[in-house]
């Protein structure tokens, strides 16, 4: 939780110093401005267990549309109000704070990255956050990351980590996170043997 914190800490910190151009750019999220997916961050945070049935039922049970549902439901705030609900739930609750607040950790700091990325704007993430983040996201039943990674050995460039058996894709550990998270904007940022098989996996 205290990794959860410190991450979303630094998220809204970012999000405070965007322009409103960059608040309307394209996210590496499908169909998502960086607005919406400041939105759907922080979208499960004020939900009790009744408001999030809610929600699941209205979207069929189906993740995509009930996240869908989140960032409409935050359509009318501000970007300053956006900046300000992170912060005010700076540590995660609800739903975020499953596993811990392993939720919160891993879904804000892929999500950071998917506003980061196209807005050329680097970090380098602690690498206490970034083990964790990965250890976890190879098991988390909505990135699968082991599943993408089947096959393949994964080996971070810039830490002591690496997950899996077969011929090596090398990288940093945010761009191995972001690969197995289904983002392909990675894997320019990746080399070895076996990135063409990681590769073909990504849309799996």
Request: net charge neutral; with cysteine; aromatic share 6%.
């Amino acid at each position: 939780m205290t990794l959860a914190r410190a991450e979303r800490e630094e998220f809204a910190e970012l999000l405070a110093g965007l322009s409103p151009q960059q608040w309307e750019s394209p996210s590496l999220c499908e169909r998502w401005r960086v607005r919406d997916v400041a939105a759907h961050v922080i979208s499960y945070d004020e939900l009790d267990l009744r408001g999030l049935l809610l929600r699941f039922g209205k979207g069929w049970f189906l993740q995509d549309r009930a996240n869908a549902l989140g960032v409409a439901d935050l359509a009318d705030r501000t970007t300053d109000e956006l900046v300000d609900s992170m912060r005010l739930h700076a540590e995660p609750s609800g739903l975020p704070a499953g596993f811990g607040g392993m939720i919160g950790l891993v879904d804000g700091m892929i999500h950071q990255q998917d506003i980061r990325r196209p807005l050329a704007i680097p970090r380098t993430i602690p690498q206490d956050r970034l083990r964790a983040a990965l250890d976890f996201a190879r098991f988390a039943p909505l990135i699968r990351g082991a599943w993408r990674a089947r096959g393949v050995r994964l080996v971070a460039t810039d830490l002591d980590w690496s997950h899996g058996r077969g011929p090596q894709v090398r990288g940093s550990g945010e761009a191995l996170l972001m690969a197995m998270a289904g983002r392909r904007d990675a894997l320019g940022d990746l080399a070895g043997p076996g990135r063409s098989t990681f590769a073909a996996h990504l849309g799996a």
